[in-house]
Every structure is written in C-alpha cells, then in structure tokens.
C-alpha cells in the first residue's frame, strides 16, 4: 500500500530553521502533486504548501510565504519543506499529501483533494 513517511520535526527556538522531508513508497511519485498541511492543537489542519508534478508551480499560504519553501526530487520520491525563521505559531504537526494529477492540472490546495496522507510529524517553535 501507499505510504508517506514525514521525517526532520523537532524543537525549535523562534527565528531558527527546520527541513521536514517526506518519503513516498509504492506510488509513482512523479504523476503526484505534493503537499504540505499542518495542524495546530484545537485547530483545523490547514494547507501550508503544494508543488506540482515537475516542480514549477508551488502555491504557499500568506502565512509562511517568505519563509517555507517547497521542493521535490523525483528521482529520491521525496518532498521536502524547508522552514526558515520558524515562529511559535508555526508549532503543528506537519502531514504531507499526495495526489496523482495529469501534467497540465492546477496545483490543488485543499485538503479533501489529496489522496494518500502522512502520518506526521510534529514541530515545535519556542518562543
């Protein structure tokens, strides 16, 4: 079966970095749109980041624009998400997504569009 493993979570002081990673297995991982989601605790998970099949469109949220970015290497079937200048209220647990796409598809930014989900993992920034 499909699975997506998040790995590079941990504890953070503010204005420090992280790069979560997420390795997929068992999916052709360069027919899927990619993406980053998170859940605070008492909140709804949100989208944070997607990247398209061949990398060339990545849609951000306002909020981590500037600050995340989003990259894939489809020969090593893994997204990345690097996190720069981390503040508390990027404390989450971060899943990433997959979904499979034709080339020419919008990048998708809802949750309800992705098919395969990582277990997560969690990050904490420190104020």
């Known amino acids: 079966q499909v699975q997506l493993v998040e790995s590079g979570g941990g504890l953070v002081q503010a204005g420090g970095s992280l790069r979560l990673s997420c390795a997929a297995f068992?999916?052709?991982?360069?027919?899927?749109?990619m993406g980053w989601f998170r859940q605070a605790p008492g909140k709804e998970r949100e989208f944070v980041a997607a990247?398209?099949?061949?990398?060339?469109?990545?849609p951000m949220s306002e909020s981590v624009k500037g600050r995340f970015t989003i990259s894939r290497d489809n020969a090593k079937n893994t997204v990345y998400l690097q996190m720069n200048n981390l503040k508390p209220e990027d404390t989450a647990t971060y899943y990433c997504?997959?979904?499979?796409?034709?080339?020419?598809?919008?990048?998708?930014?809802?949750?309800?569009?992705?098919?395969?989900w990582g277990q997560g993992t969690q990050v904490t920034v420190s104020s």
């Open positions: 997504a997959a979904k499979s796409v034709i080339l020419t598809a919008p990048v998708p930014v809802t949750e309800a569009t992705y098919d395969y």
């Open positions: 990247i398209s099949r061949n990398g060339g469109t990545t």
């Open positions: 068992r999916l052709t991982f360069s027919r899927q749109t």
